[in-house]
Structures are given as C-alpha cells and as structure tokens.
C-alpha cells in the first residue's frame, strides 16, 4: 500500500491510503461521498460495494454528504450506477463526490 502511494504521489499531489478492517456481515461506514478520488483495493476477504450517483459534483470538503453522522435517504443517493463484489486483489475507482458503501462478506 505504501509503495502504491508513492507512486502515486509521483504523479499526484497529493496521495494517502485509509485502511478499514471489518468484521463480516458488517458496515464500516454509512453510505457517503468523499472530496476526492478514491481507489480502493482489496487486501483480503470480500466486501459488497454499491456505488451511486453524485448528488453535488466535484464537491469541495464542506459540500461531501453522508458524513458527520446524518445520513442519506435513497432520493439523496441517486441511482445505483454499480453493485460489485470486491475478492483479494480487485481494485475500485470511485470518482470525487460519488457516493458509495460497503458491506463486508462472510470473509470480511
């Protein structure tokens, strides 16, 4: 992770890595966007992703929604643009201010 990192950074200005480890059958956080690209890259088990539409495009950090504990209604979400299965080695991109979430398998 920290080798992708710098690699990226060499192309980027900026390049960080969160790392989460969830139980199975379980969510680490509620459905959200972020104000930045995310890739995503799975180390181990399996995580069910769904990403959905961008409410507020390219949004700035005080414009992300779903964070500081309020959470999204569906309509707020928009459409379901993808619904993958995460194994070992895959890798998601989710564009700035997409919103997405995450449910751990029986794997984690």
Known sequence: VNALCAAL???????FANMYLTPPHSQAVHPHSDDRDVFL???????EWKVY??????????EQVGKAGRRLSSAEMGPLTLHQELRTGDVLYVPRGFVHEAAAQEDG
């Open 41 to 47: 890259l799975q180390i181990w088990g399996s995580k």
């Open 9 to 15: 950074a060499a192309i980027f200005p900026h390049a």
């Open 53 to 62: 539409g961008a409410p507020q495009p390219l949004p700035y950090s005080d």
